[in-house]
């Protein structure tokens, strides 16, 4: 019967206050009653789960504080109530810190009162004891997701790695077709698998950067980046877009440079310019400007033309779990706005987008610099 209630270890070195608690305390409690602290500490020795313990303060060999401070090594989440009288409170004041106590009750006790804090100290240790567990089971879980997370990334890469062998292959030879004599129509085919080939590296390109963004392995470099260098180096392929939809880029610098990785923030800019351009209005401007605030500097790519639903901007953002709508909207495989906060967490920024009255605004939020 004992063994179902919970264990409450009592110390006094005079026995009628032993006496007393074990009648106030054993309906409820298995009461441990030591006179000693030797005794005590054998308890401790053989109760590893001891919810609840009651010291007197003055004893011959140790105080009630020594011996509660003692007992924290071995048993740091029971709970420790001090008995004292009158004298003795300025001191245990001073001590109750060490002892990590929970209560300090005068004598002479009163009972009603001394049964509650029991009471409740237990019901602490019990509340104690299951967040205990269920941190050990968050910590578990946690765990367990940081390793299949890491697998994921593990096997992407591989998989990207993989791709790229045959798809190696498939671009060299077609290369190589095309300088043999060919007719008209195997000229096109072999056009179309350099093109689709072409495409796909890209695709599998993208989706590795995701992936070596999310494990932290983008090799980051910092440059004194002046942004009209950026603009002078426009790719063809944006600049072709802009001049079929007769767009032109306007810009508004607050600041002119800016201290980040030259590759990383160009290919994020030329990423975002490039949605821009692809579902901006025809006949309209690109407008690309940057603020520097006390801390930050912030790069703006905003377009004329659609909004993004609301469905798709809460995805757009986060590459694996795109759907069809965000696919279809989004550059690529619907990797655009996903490759540039990959690469503008890669030099400690963040991305936004937001949507305007008319057209949408994609911002660069950096740091002055990176170190």
């Not at 009653?33 to 919810?51: G, I, V």
């Not at 011959?60 to 409170?89: A, C, N």
């Not at 993208?206 to 910092?222: A, M, R, T």
């Not at 991305?351 to 990176?370: C, S």
Request: hydrophobic share 40%; glycine share 4%; aromatic share 6%.
């Amino acid at each position: 019967m004992n063994q179902e209630k919970p264990t409450l270890l009592c110390l006094d070195d005079e026995i009628n206050n032993l006496d007393a608690l074990e009648r106030i305390f054993r309906k409820k409690y298995n009461v441990l009653n030591a006179s000693t602290p030797l005794e005590a500490f054998n308890f401790l020795d053989q109760y590893k789960d001891l919810p609840v313990i009651i010291s007197d303060q003055r004893m011959p060999e140790i105080t009630g504080v020594e011996f509660l401070e003692k007992s924290i090594t071995t048993h740091p989440d029971t709970v420790r109530i001090l008995l004292t009288g009158y004298t003795d409170i300025e001191s245990v004041i001073e001590s109750v810190n060490k002892g990590q106590i929970y209560r300090y009750l005068t004598k002479p006790w009163d009972t009603t009162d001394l049964l509650g804090t029991v009471n409740q100290a237990y019901e602490k240790y019990l509340l104690k004891s299951e967040l205990k567990i269920k941190n050990q089971r968050l910590s578990e879980a946690l765990s367990e997701l940081q390793n299949l997370d890491k697998a994921k990334s593990q096997f992407m890469i591989l998989i990207n790695h993989e791709l790229k062998t045959p798809l190696t292959s498939i671009i060299s030879f077609s290369s190589l077709l095309k300088e043999t004599v060919l007719s008209e129509e195997q000229n096109l085919f072999t056009d179309r698998i350099i093109k689709s080939s072409d495409k796909l590296k890209k695709i599998i390109d993208d989706v590795l950067l995701i992936v070596k963004g999310e494990v932290g392995s983008i090799p980051v470099n910092e440059d004194l980046v002046d942004f009209s260098l950026i603009l002078k180096n426009l790719p063809s392929e944006i600049t072709s877009n802009m001049t079929t939809k007769n767009q032109k880029i306007v810009t508004h610098f607050d600041v002119a440079q800016v201290h980040t990785d030259y590759n990383l923030i160009s290919t994020a800019i030329y990423r975002a310019i490039h949605n821009a351009t692809k579902f901006g209005a025809a006949q309209s401007d690109i407008i690309l400007s940057t603020i520097k605030t006390e801390n930050e500097i912030i790069i703006s790519i905003t377009n004329q033309g659609a909004n993004i639903s609301e469905s798709v901007l809460n995805k757009i953002l986060k590459p694996f779990q795109l759907d069809e709508n965000v696919m279809n909207h989004s550059v690529g495989m619907g990797l655009g706005l996903t490759i540039c906060q990959t690469l503008v967490k890669a030099i400690k920024g963040r991305l936004t987008i937001r949507n305007l009255t008319n057209g949408v605004t994609v911002e660069f939020i950096l740091p002055h610099k990176l170190k």
